[in-house]
């Protein structure tokens, strides 16, 4: 039996046992709940599914809250199975520790770490960021042993142990009890070299027996990762990508398809049943699988039945230019197939006869081009799907098709045979490589021959090349190519053959020596950028043995040699027992002098920012007395970050990330010198983060999740020309930029926006939802907003200062305003019914009448009104996506209504400072105390917007009615009125209710319009607009971009761009989605001018002027632009600046020529132009030339015309004053804020400590063409 050195560490999860099986009654159901520490039973009350806002102590499932953003990446099913994954990790180097703390992040079941007995030595700390000073002091202390206790704390519901040094590997993978988990290994990570015949007979026993084998290695500057699945490995969900499910709203059968209508398989003539969605574009593809689901009216036999679909398309004449995203033919869509089809053939007769008719065209083809028609689908009933579904069905049957139904899309799993570490070792022609260019130009041969020859080497010499050892580099160089000339005639073998593009010409070349010797001298060096790479990568592969997502193919390989930049003996040598060693070993004294002095500012310190501190610790940056990170962020620790955030533990909730971030990192390496801020970043903290800051800059480096913070960085880096390291994490997607000044685009060069959710429409979700995320949202949108959120506050704005909101509420639109009038109205109708004061059982009273609205009143008024369409109409109302919703009923109660109840009355006694009842016994004697009774509904005559399109906007009585209640609202005493809290929507705390009652609501609605109900969770996700976040996904970004920071500390942004990599990986996909690439350069913008002018220019350029002696005045700035460029100048304001403001406008002037003037007989004169500025004296000029001098009115028109004249007047003095005056006076007149308090002192701050102005240009040339100029920096 295998040793090993501790207990496994792991933890108890609650047992929850049901002792009452009623599913209908909502009283008298208790659950018992084992509690964690004691064992003790605790009964609570349980009407439901949602158990979140009761619990309180040892019932809050920390395991769940921790993995919340990873769960809404994997989902439920592959989270469940990775409890299932045990995994042996050989090698507690770099990688090793980095792939360790990414697993275990990741909440698999068990982690067994072997360091082969390695003791641990100061070069180790370099890496492996668990490895001490006391460590290395300390004889006999190896790598796992020093890393064990720092990792088991990353996670207590994960199981690590370490294997004694000693230990049989060969042994150890066959063990079936894993950490007494009695199961046993599902991957094995080897993560250093181990000799060639233990190495190979590892891989080959993991494949016997069903476990995956990943290899990741990094030797210097190259690394590598290898994936073998075995020979038979089924892949459940290819890509992680979200399955469609999509609303049927139309079910057609076609007996003979047109001859326009084009179906693949399908011939003209043959019967064929057409599917409309209700969605624009369904999004499959011919050969897709969807099941049905919620077919009814007698087709509820197809439920669960699988079906195959193929897209429908349709001929139209080329020269018709349909446009297939306007709005007539996505309105003709929504007719049936065979009017869309009648439509399309009248098109193409007409274009077909004008063809036939036009001479020249009797050989010719008559131009067709075919159209998908996105919201349709054709089912394939000749199938194996399609006989079975027949089975149960006839064609027929779905002429019967009147509403409901749902196509979920499934994903037939694949399987994928994989080869042995030793087949592949020597059968892959042209092994992958990283960057796409390497990999065609064939660079991954050297990388492989040289892993093959160290196989070799320390096979022959029972020793692994040593560092800058010129004889192993001489012997490595020899083997290799020894084994390369034994595989030219070997079909698929790697080999110095010539490669084009990818494919091997077998055409014998040199050996590259260079590389492989460098890889030779470098190869017990690692880097932490590498390390961290493999890591995620690596931890990732061993996730896909889930079944979930795609293993990679089976080797990538990455080399940057740009990194061994000057390998001169007396600057990568000699060695004295630095930390730092292995850096040096490869870039040198030089980059390490150079990395103690940087000067960094890390905005951010989530999980991209922790492990760029991480590496920053490590690679010794800011360790020297110039040297300095700065790293801010305004958040909090929450219970979901630990799944991911590496640097903090349970402790840390709730204390600020930048600070405990860096203290972390100051205890592993004391050197660094780091300043821990909480202040937001942005244009209202530029008093803070000023010139002098930022000047001061080595590098911007960006670990944000807002789209927006990263465009006002970039912002910042371009004006003071500071490169920027951008990177962002989307589930298994991520991607990173490096933004070098002058040579590169910018990230606000690229179009993004945090703006990209499909919207729904309203009328969808107020009255006719029909599929899950429309009650979700609806949930939020109206419920929670309405209630919690938008009716309190304004509720308090009006109690606290009537007048002040009565001002306020002008600024609103019209259907704001009502809504706004009527939330407050609705909130003193409550402390009137109340008696004054609302306790907490006004508060069930008040969340009971809520639910007797919304899903019973609201239900009955619609179902009724419809019915009576119906009958005048003559035509069914409900049909398609349509759906006849059904009212609750507290007679007759569901769970549900009790959970409604208990997060509801708990908000609400929230937002009116009552005490909250979480105990539920409690709260059900309160229900049972006050004996809520159902009101016995009767049509109300109440109109009920049954309408499907999407107007919001109020009737015509609705400006009546608001007159009426802002009359009432200002006879109200608000001194007598209940202070009320609002309540700010926040996810991620289960004590709030604010999660409970979404899904209660949401799952209200759903049994209202008998739509499938949503799991707690994927509420959570939904409303809480919830980002997928992996912590493999980040480690393995996070260290491309290292060693991209390196690069920049080495000065290779004056060799070109192309020596830097930018990054978009998913790492569910294979390797065939690692695309990398050189930065794009700067993108031109064109200026209008013409040489010898500058004709364009890029967002790092500006126009420097500087005057710091004699400031210009405005009129001298105008003369010098126009004259300069030639140009003739319309405005100048504060660059940037959206408003309609400018120190100077050409419109100004012009109205220095505008005069006003009464001759002898009292006739005015106005230049036109007056007129556009004040045209109330049109009138009064009219009257004065028809009113006789002796007119006593006269002077009524006169004073008016008098009066404008005199405001021209000023406006002339202000311009001139403004005009002949400096320009940083004018800049001061326009943008300072007029009324003193923070806004007129943070300007003040900020313009104070800057000696300069930025300004925009907005200019024109004499032929009125608009020309474009850079920002101007004006010094004065």
């Known amino acids: 039996m295998t040793k090993r050195s501790t207990t496994a560490s792991h933890s108890t999860n609650d047992t929850i046992t049901n002792t009452n099986h009623h599913h209908h009654s909502p009283t008298k159901k208790r659950i018992k709940i084992m509690a964690a520490n004691n064992g003790e039973e605790e009964e609570v009350v349980n009407w439901g599914d949602w158990m979140g806002s009761y619990k309180t102590g040892n019932l809050i499932d920390n395991e769940s809250e921790r993995i919340d953003r990873q769960k809404a990446a994997f989902g439920g099913e592959t989270i469940a199975r990775l409890k299932d994954l045990n995994v042996l990790i050989v090698g507690m180097q770099g990688v090793g520790v980095e792939t360790a703390k990414n697993l275990i992040l990741s909440n698999v079941g068990g982690v067994m770490l072997y360091d082969g007995g390695i003791v641990c030595k100061e070069e180790h700390r370099g890496s492996n960021f668990y490895v001490t000073r006391e460590h290395v002091l300390e004889e006999g202390t190896t790598l796992g042993a020093a890393s064990l206790t720092e990792l088991r704390t990353l996670n207590p519901f994960c199981r690590v142990d370490l294997l004694e040094g000693s230990s049989s590997l060969t042994e150890e993978i066959g063990n079936k009890d894993v950490l007494g988990t009695r199961r046993g290994y599902a991957a094995v990570v080897v993560a250093t070299f181990l000799p060639k015949k233990e190495l190979f007979e590892l891989n080959e026993l993991a494949r016997a027996n069903g476990i995956a084998f990943i290899m990741a290695v990094t030797n ?52 064929v049943v057409i599917v409309t969605v209700a969605q624009n574009e369904h999004g499959l593809e011919d050969g897709d699988v969807v099941v049905l689901e919620d077919m009814r009216q007698g087709m509820e036999g197809l439920n669960g039945m699988s079906v195959t679909v193929k897209r429908v398309a349709i001929a139209s004449p080329t020269a018709a230019k349909v446009d297939t995203r306007g709005v007539a033919f996505k309105t003709a869509l929504g007719l049936p197939t065979e009017s869309v089809v009648s439509n399309f053939e009248r098109q193409y007769d007409f274009y077909k006869s004008a063809f036939d008719e036009e001479e020249g065209n009797a050989n010719k083809k008559f131009p067709v081009r075919t159209i998908t028609i996105f919201n349709r689908l054709a089912f394939v009933l000749n199938d194996d799907n399609g006989k079975k579904l027949l089975e149960n069905t006839s064609v027929d049957a779905f002429r019967q098709y009147q509403s409901g139904g749902l196509l979920n899309q499934v994903r037939p799993p694949i399987f994928k045979q994989y080869k042995s570490l030793a087949d592949t070792l020597q059968g892959t022609p042209v092994p992958q490589m990283l960057r796409g260019e390497d990999w065609e130009l064939g660079k991954g041969v050297e990388v492989h021959l040289s892993l093959a020859a160290a196989l070799d080497f320390h096979e022959k010499n029972n020793h692994w090349p040593r560092l800058h050892n010129a004889d192993d580099a001489s012997e490595m160089v020899d083997i290799a190519r020894g084994i390369s000339d034994s595989r030219k005639d070997t079909e698929g073998a790697c080999w110095a053959q010539s490669v084009q593009y990818g494919f091997p010409m077998g055409e014998p070349r040199d050996v590259n020596e260079k590389r492989i010797a460098r890889y030779s001298r470098m190869f017990a060096a690692e880097l932490t950028g590498f390390c961290a790479f493999l890591g995620g990568a690596a931890a990732q592969e061993v996730i896909k043995a889930s079944g979930k997502f795609t293993p990679i193919d089976q080797w990538v390989h990455h080399d940057e040699e740009v990194l061994a930049v000057d390998e001169c003996p007396s600057n990568v040598g000699p060695l004295f027992g630095s ?238 305003q009502s809504r706004a009038l009527r939330m407050i109205k609705a909130f003193i109708d409550l402390q009137e019914e109340a008696g004054g004061s609302i306790d907490f059982d ?91 009774e159902q009101a016995i509904w009767e049509p109300s005559g109440d109109k009920v917007d049954l309408s499907e399109g999407d107007n919001e906007e109020e009737s015509g009585d609705s400006g009546e009615d608001d007159e009426k209640l802002k009359g009432e609202l200002y006879k109200v005493d608000t001194s007598k009125l209940q202070p009320a809290q609002p309540q700010e929507f926040e996810k991620d705390d289960d004590l709030n209710f604010h999660i409970d009652f979404l899904t209660a609501a949401t799952n209200m609605r759903s049994w209202n319009y008998d739509i499938k109900a949503s799991p707690r969770h994927t509420v959570k996700v939904t409303a809480g607009r919830i980002i997928p976040a992996l912590a493999t996904t980040t480690a393995m970004v996070c260290g491309l971009v290292d060693i991209e920071f390196a690069k920049l500390v080495l000065g290779l942004q004056s060799q070109g761009s192309d020596k830097f990599l930018n990054s978009n990986i998913n790492l569910a996909a294979g390797s065939g989605n690692f695309t990398t690439f050189a930065p794009d350069p700067p993108v031109p913008i064109t200026t209008g001018l013409d040489a010898p002018q500058p004709v364009s220019f890029t967002s790092w350029d500006r126009i420097d002027l500087s005057y710091k002696l004699n400031e210009l005045s405005v009129e001298q700035l105008v003369t010098y632009l126009e004259k300069s460029f030639s140009v003739t100048v319309n405005r100048i304001f504060m660059y940037d600046d959206k408003e309609d403001r400018a120190l100077y406008n050409s419109l100004d002037k012009k109205k220095l020529d505008w005069t006003i003037s009464f001759d002898d007989e009292g006739k005015v004169s106005v230049s036109e132009g007056v007129y556009t500025h004040w045209p109330q004296i049109r009138m009064a000029v009219q009257m004065l030339g028809r009113l006789p001098p002796t007119s006593g009115q006269r002077r009524i028109f006169k004073t008016q015309v008098e009066k404008v004249k005199v405001s021209l007047e000023q406006t002339k003095e202000s311009f001139m004053k403004k005009f002949q005056g400096n320009v940083s006076e004018a800049y001061l007149q326009v943008y300072r804020p007029s009324e003193e308090g923070e806004k007129q002192d943070y300007f003040d701050a900020v313009f104070k400590g800057r000696d300069y102005l930025t300004l925009g240009v907005d200019c024109h040339t004499e032929e009125k063409e608009d020309i474009t100029l850079p920002c101007v920096k004006y010094t004065f």
């Open 579 to 816: 930390r730092y060693d292995y850096q040096i070993a490869i870039m040198g004294k030089d980059f390490q002098a150079r990395a103690a002095n940087q000067r960094i500012f890390l905005v951010g310190c989530g999980a991209l920012g922790c492990e760029y501190l991480k590496g920053l610790a490590l690679m010794g940056i800011a360790t020297g007395k110039d040297g300095k990170i700065v790293v801010t962020d305004m958040d909090r620790i929450e219970v979901s970050n630990l799944s991911r955030q590496f640097l903090f533990r349970q402790p840390d909730v709730g204390h600020p990330k930048s600070v405990r971030g860096a203290l972390v990192v100051k205890k592993w390496n004391p050197s660094v010198n780091i300043e821990a801020l909480e202040k937001k970043v942005g244009d209202d903290s530029e008093d803070y983060f000023n010139d002098k800051f930022w000047e001061s800059l080595s590098v911007c480096w960006n670990a944000l999740d807002n789209v927006q913070a990263r465009q006002y960085t970039d912002a910042r880096c371009l004006f003071y020309s500071k490169p920027l390291l951008e990177s962002g994490t989307l589930g298994t997607k991520c991607n990173h930029e490096v933004v070098l000044p002058f040579r590169t685009s910018s990230y606000n060069d690229g179009k993004e926006s945090d703006d990209n959710e499909n919207q729904i429409a309203m009328c969808t979700l107020r009255s006719f939802p029909y599929l899950p995320k429309h009650c979700i949202e609806y949930a939020k949108q109206a419920y929670f907003s309405d209630y919690f959120e938008f009716g309190p506050d304004v509720y308090e704005n009006f109690r606290q200062d009537p007048m002040a909101f009565f001002e306020q509420l002008d600024t609103m639109d019209s259907g704001e």
């Open 220 to 271: 210097g500057v190259t690394s590598s990762i290898f994936s073998d699945f075995g020979p038979n490995h089924e892949i459940t969900d290819a890509t992680g990508e979200p399955t469609q499910t999509l609303a049927i709203s139309n079910v057609e059968v076609l007996d003979s398809k047109p001859k326009l209508l084009d179906v693949a398989g399908v011939k003209e003539g043959e019967q």
């Open 842 to 932: 006004a508060c069930v009273r008040i969340a009971f009448n809520r639910m007797m609205k919304d899903f019973r009143k609201s239900i009955l008024d619609l179902s009724h009104s419809a019915d009576e369409m119906e009958k005048s109409s003559g035509k069914k109302f409900w049909t398609g996506t349509k759906r006849r919703p059904r009212p609750v009923d507290w007679n007759d109660p569901m769970p549900l209504l009790m959970e409604y109840l208990y997060s509801t009355a708990n908000l609400y006694a929230s937002v009116w400072r009552a005490e909250v009842v979480r105990d539920r016994s409690e709260f059900q004697a309160v229900v049972d105390k006050l004996k809520l």
